[in-house]
């Protein structure tokens, strides 16, 4: 597996858990667009801030082998930025949104 690999699947889990929170939060949903975006990007964003503490997908391949624990915390980093991706997007809207309305 290379670390391309590794960070497209990264951004996958990403994807799924902005979809997947979105469909039980209802109230935070974009649709499956709004969500998808909001996924890449959280994941993206969260793997490039909190990779640097040792889990990013070059370290998970340093050795030639798969560091699985490695791994594993990247899937859970990137999950956890989708998610918080999408509240995140949808409070920013609202903001936007009561603003807009007092002017």
């Known amino acids: 597996m290379t670390?391309?690999?590794i960070s497209l699947i990264s951004i996958l889990i990403g994807i799924?858990?902005?979809n997947s929170a979105a469909f039980i939060l209802?109230?935070?949903s974009f649709g499956i667009v709004g969500n998808t975006i909001?996924?890449?990007f959280g994941s993206i964003f969260f793997i490039k801030s909190f990779g640097r503490l040792g889990f990013d997908?070059?370290?998970i391949i340093k050795l030639g082998n798969i560091d699985f624990k490695l791994f594993?915390?990247?899937i859970i980093v990137s999950l956890f930025g989708g998610i918080?991706?999408?509240i995140l997007a949808k409070k920013l809207k609202k903001i936007m949104n009561s603003d807009?309305?007092?002017s």
């Open 84 to 86: 918080t991706a999408v």
């Open 100 to 102: 807009k309305k007092e």
């Open 57 to 59: 997908p070059m370290s």
């Open 3 to 5: 670390a391309t690999l």
């Open 38 to 40: 909001a996924g890449v």
């Open 26 to 28: 209802k109230k935070y």
């Open 72 to 74: 594993t915390l990247n």
């Open 16 to 18: 799924i858990g902005a």
